[in-house]
């Protein structure tokens, strides 16, 4: 019997025990409930993404990026992947070797066969035999800074149809663009980001604007919404990008032109585009 109504009868209650989701005696409190609906909130737009590519190629491979406790694998592994009987799999990974060992131990705990956690750099795992050749789903939650941008990186090399990052705090867009303030405020649109606050938030905003056009640049099409309900989060913004193979042209252009007007040269490597 489930323990309270809003847990789905074959969830399991051991892992939502470990997630301090249900209270040691198996109930939900105030706190708890309305994670547990954040939870199921953002299953809500990733799992018709799972259902697809079960669809159309029959298994599910998922890598979840900056994994921390593999909180988000964990919920999509139970919510969606252990019912599945096939060749599908969700790898965790995270640069923290002792959280890597906490999430395998849980993993063997809960009997969850289908998961693997992986102590990997970005540059390591898109080498690594660890890993399939072939990634369908790539996510990153609230991996911070520069994380976001090594998952994005990963799942591009890995061609992956699907990409999901909700993008933590950002701080290197904005050392670059305070570095080079005095030559941009030639520029009235330096205004923007003038003030140090302003520097902080544009840098921030401008982050996920260019890796939007990234991925449009090689051929994603883009969705940003707002994670409403995130509320213990001021980091909310979920980016869906989908590989339609769509033309790259115009975004690569825009991403050059504003990384050329703002001052960004330097992270040109980092917002790398194809040649148009
Ligand atoms: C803020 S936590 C988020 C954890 C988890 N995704 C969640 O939402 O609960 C970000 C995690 O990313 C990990 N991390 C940072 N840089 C990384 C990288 N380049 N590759 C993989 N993991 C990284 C950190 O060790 C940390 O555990």
Same mark, same amino acid.
């Given at each position: 019997?489930?323990? #309270?109504?809003?847990?789905?009868?074959?969830?399991?209650?051991?892992?939502?025990?470990?997630?301090?989701?249900?209270?040691?005696?198996?109930?939900?409190?105030?706190?708890?409930?309305?994670?547990?609906?954040?939870?199921?909130?953002?299953?809500?737009?990733?799992?018709?993404?799972?259902?697809?590519?079960?669809?159309?190629?029959?298994?599910? =491979?998922?890598?979840?990026?900056?994994?921390?406790?593999?909180?988000?694998?964990?919920?999509?592994?139970?919510?969606?992947?252990?019912? %599945?009987?096939?060749?599908?799999?969700?790898?965790?990974?995270?640069?923290?070797?002792?959280?890597?060992?906490?999430?395998?131990?849980?993993?063997?705990?809960?009997?969850?066969?289908?998961?693997?956690?992986?102590?990997?750099?970005?540059?390591?795992?898109?080498?690594?035999?660890?890993?399939?050749?072939?990634?369908?789903?790539?996510?990153?939650?609230?991996?911070?800074?520069?994380?976001?941008?090594?998952?994005?990186?990963?799942?591009?090399?890995?061609?992956?149809?699907?990409?999901?990052?909700?993008?933590?705090?950002? #701080?290197?867009?904005?050392?670059?663009?305070?570095?080079?303030?005095?030559?941009?405020?030639?520029?009235?649109?330096?205004?923007?980001?003038?003030?140090?606050?302003? =520097?902080?938030?544009?840098?921030?905003?401008?982050?996920?604007?260019?890796?939007?056009?990234?991925?449009?640049?090689?051929?994603?099409?883009?969705?940003?919404?707002?994670?409403?309900?995130?509320?213990?989060?001021?980091?909310?913004?979920?980016?869906?990008?989908?590989?339609?193979?769509?033309?790259?042209?115009?975004?690569?252009?825009?991403?050059?032109?504003?990384?050329?007007?703002?001052?960004?040269?330097? %992270?040109?490597?980092?917002?790398?585009?194809?040649?148009?």
């Amino acid at each position: 019997m489930s323990p #309270a109504p809003e847990i789905r009868p074959d969830q399991s209650v051991e892992l939502l025990k470990e997630l301090h989701i249900l209270t040691r005696d198996g109930k939900l409190n105030q706190d708890s409930r309305r994670k547990l609906k954040q939870v199921y909130h953002l299953f809500q737009f990733i799992e018709p993404l799972l259902r697809d590519v079960k669809a159309e190629r029959g298994a599910v =491979t998922l890598v979840d990026r900056g994994a921390g406790k593999s909180y988000l694998g964990f919920i999509l592994y139970d919510l969606f992947f252990k019912a %599945l009987r096939d060749d599908s799999h969700v790898y965790g990974i995270e640069t923290r070797a002792e959280l890597v060992a906490s999430s395998q131990a849980l993993a063997a705990r809960l009997g969850f066969g289908g998961m693997s956690f992986l102590n990997l750099t970005v540059a390591e795992s898109i080498a690594s035999g660890q890993l399939p050749a072939r990634v369908d789903v790539v996510t990153a939650l609230h991996a911070c800074d520069t994380a976001t941008d090594d998952a994005i990186r990963f799942a591009l090399e890995k061609h992956a149809k699907y990409i999901v990052v909700v993008p933590c705090c950002q #701080a290197e867009v904005a050392a670059v663009l305070r570095k080079n303030k005095a030559r941009a405020l030639a520029d009235p649109l330096a205004e923007i980001w003038r003030h140090p606050l302003h =520097t902080r938030e544009f840098g921030s905003q401008i982050t996920n604007v260019l890796r939007c056009l990234q991925l449009e640049a090689h051929g994603y099409q883009v969705s940003v919404t707002e994670l409403v309900g995130w509320e213990h989060s001021m980091k909310n913004e979920l980016i869906i990008a989908h590989y339609k193979n769509l033309p790259r042209r115009k975004p690569a252009e825009r991403l050059n032109e504003i990384l050329d007007r703002i001052g960004l040269q330097p %992270l040109r490597e980092r917002f790398f585009a194809p040649a148009s």
